[in-house]
């Protein structure tokens, strides 16, 4: 019971698109459920059929309603829409769909199992053991939500030691004792499996974080940026991408060293998240360069806007090593026109961008300009 109250080798505490990730997972085991519903739809008609008792039809028939509310369920979650994007009170409302669904099936083995008992009858127990152990086997290996797998093994086995023990067979209460042992290793297995499975998760989410940001300011890096613009241009999102440059970096660096430039960068890149909206994207491209891309806007007015603010923003004092430095920016913005809304791609956006950032720096620098699509794209 230790065991499955508090499991000791998983997280204790998950990042939500970890949880979110491993609560999708539930819903790629159809097969597998379809499989294990066959068996005991079929076998409880086999034994309704052979015995004409009405209690395995009714078993049979519960086990045809539970199945459906199943895979209702997978289904619904496979077709939803958008696909992909799930917030964590989400991710658990299906999750709570999937398990309710998947203990409404498991009752029915145990009904199956308490009914072979009552009866006495040989074949249910052999069906309702097979099934409880396919059931079990498939949860521990592959349902990576311990609540779940040890609630659905303690319906199923539970019941059916309890099944074998008043049975009054010696061999029967000889097995509900494997049972037991069995039922206390699944608790430990599956707490170890997904214990393991989540830390690498875990490790997987950090690697993924460190190739696609930049170390130094904790922004999306160029990698970060691509995948971003990408993700957008498949949503067929609009979407305008601002890309950066800081005029008279080099002289602060050069005056005050290395380890000032690097503050300088820091308090950029913080004053450039603090301007943007929740889901637009800051990013730092290397060296003095940064990009910031708008999300949910095509407006050209609107992020010349957004361009002067960066601009007046990073126009105004630094404080950097006890010393008050200043620097300025010049600023190219991308916004696919009309015309190719449809088909721009990621280095046709970044390339008007940049031709953009250049032409405002060849006019004067400390100002940002538009690009124009019919030279560059």
Aim: contains cysteine; proline residues 3%.
């Amino acid at each position: 019971m230790h065991l499955l109250m508090r499991p000791r080798k998983r997280a204790p505490h998950l990042p939500a698109e970890i949880e979110i990730e491993i609560i999708s997972r539930l819903f790629a085991a159809l097969p597998q459920i379809l499989c294990i519903a066959a068996g005991l739809i079929i076998g409880s008609a086999i034994m309704a059929a052979q015995t004409g008792r009405w209690v395995f039809w009714w078993i049979a028939i519960a086990g045809v309603a539970t199945t459906a509310a199943r895979v209702v369920n997978i289904l619904g979650f496979k077709r939803r829409e958008p696909k992909g994007r799930l917030t964590l009170a989400e991710a658990r409302r299906w999750e709570a769909g999937y398990a309710y669904t998947a203990f409404a099936f498991t009752l029915v083995i145990a009904a199956l199992t308490v009914t072979a008992a009552w009866l006495h009858h040989p074949g249910g127990f052999v069906l309702s053991l097979g099934l409880t152990m396919a059931l079990t086997a498939g949860s521990y290996l592959r349902t990576l939500r311990y609540w779940i797998c040890a609630g659905l093994s303690t319906i199923a086995v539970g019941t059916q030691v309890a099944a074998f023990l008043l049975s009054g067979d010696a061999l029967y209460q000889a097995l509900s004792i494997l049972l037991g042992v069995y039922l206390y290793s699944i608790y430990e297995s599956s707490d170890y499996i997904i214990g393991q499975f989540e830390e690498l998760l875990i490790i997987r989410r950090d690697l993924d974080f460190a190739a696609s940001h930049d170390p130094l300011t904790g922004l999306a890096n160029r990698r970060g940026l691509e995948k971003v613009l990408q993700q957008a241009r498949e949503a067929d999102e609009r979407l305008g991408l601002l890309l950066i440059d800081l005029d008279g970096f080099k002289e602060v660096n050069d005056r005050h060293g290395h380890h000032a430039g690097d503050d300088l960068l820091k308090q950029v890149a913080a004053r450039l998240q603090a301007m943007v909206r929740p889901g637009d994207l800051v990013a730092r491209l290397g060296g003095d360069e940064f990009a910031v891309v708008v999300r949910g806007s095509a407006d050209p007015a609107a992020l010349s806007g957004i361009a002067e603010r960066a601009v007046s923003l990073i126009k105004a004092p630094f404080v950097i090593i006890g010393q008050v430095v200043t620097v300025g920016a010049s600023v190219g913005i991308s916004v696919p026109s009309a015309a190719v809304s449809t088909n721009w791609t990621v280095e046709s956006l970044t390339r008007s961008a940049d031709e953009a950032l250049y032409g405002a720096k060849r006019a004067g620098k400390g100002r940002s300009m538009i690009a124009q699509w019919d030279d560059v794209a």
